[in-house]
């Protein structure tokens, strides 16, 4: 009984400690939101490659026009043409930052 508790205890834990690595990328900023490449993922396919305009509003110097605020509720909530709820999240708020350094 011993000898099969021991066995038990001791595989046990060499699959909790094969499941336990792993975690380096996200250490070093694996979570990280990259809002250039989502904005290129999300964006461009109506402002243009360069976010210059296209069908829609050239958006490549907005932030020289709407705060990150307001443009993050533009993002989330749409305005004229565009709808919202295209991009969620902490990515909304991430790109909505990119956007409003872009002047």
Not at 13 to 24: F, K, N
Not at 42 to 57: D, I, M, R, V, Y
Not at 70 to 86: A, V, Y
């Amino acid at each position: 009984m011993k000898k099969k508790l021991l066995a038990l205890l001791m595989g046990t834990g060499l699959v909790l400690a094969a499941c336990g690595g792993g975690g380096d990328d996200q250490a070093t900023g694996g979570d990280t939101v990259d809002a250039e490449k989502i904005a290129a993922q999300k964006c461009s396919t109506c402002h243009g490659q360069n976010l210059e305009g296209g069908g829609a509003p050239k958006i490549s110097n907005v932030g020289s026009r709407y705060s990150k605020e307001e443009i993050e509720n533009i993002i989330l909530n749409g305005k004229g043409g565009m709808p919202g709820g295209i991009i969620k999240g902490e990515e909304a708020s991430a790109v909505a930052e990119w956007l409003a350094s872009k002047k």
